[in-house]
Nanobody
Framework: QAQLVESGGGSVQAGGSLRLSCAAS????????MAWFRQAPGKDREGVAA????????YYADSVKGRFTISRDNAKNTVYLQMDTLKPEDTAMYYC????????????????????WGQGTQVTVSS
């Protein structure tokens, strides 16, 4: 059964950094896309960053471009999200996801093509 387990969330002051990790089962890690989504209270879940395994394409939401970096360690079946220069508006529950997305921005950062989800890890950024 495909599984994803996130870790690395926590509380940090604005301007700080965190690195989230997503440990994936072999089934999940074999899917075309791995991504990070986030959901703040009262808001829809939004795509933050995605990695398309064939060619290593990466996609980022405009709100995090230049501050967040998604990476993939094939030896460890793990995907990371390095978050730098954090802002209070980055506060949310962050979810790792895997699925057969297409190689385009809308598909990679939309929830439709993701069928494996982790339980989430909370990130809180204080001003």
């Amino acid at each position: 059964q495909a599984q994803l387990v996130e870790s690395g969330g926590g509380s940090v002051q604005a301007g700080g950094s965190l690195r989230l990790s997503c440990a994936a089962s072999a089934d999940a890690f074999s899917l075309r896309c791995m991504a990070w989504f986030r959901q703040a209270p009262g808001k829809d879940r939004e795509g933050v960053a995605a990695h398309y395994r064939y060619g290593g394409y990466t996609y980022y939401a405009d709100s995090v471009k230049g501050r967040f970096t998604i990476s993939r360690d094939n030896a460890k079946n793990t995907v990371y999200l390095q978050m730098d220069t954090l802002k209070p508006e980055d506060t949310a529950m962050y979810y790792c996801a895997a699925g057969p997305c297409d190689k385009d921005y809308a598909s990679a950062l939309g929830t439709y093509y993701y069928n494996v989800w982790g339980q989430g890890t909370q990130v809180t950024v204080s001003s």
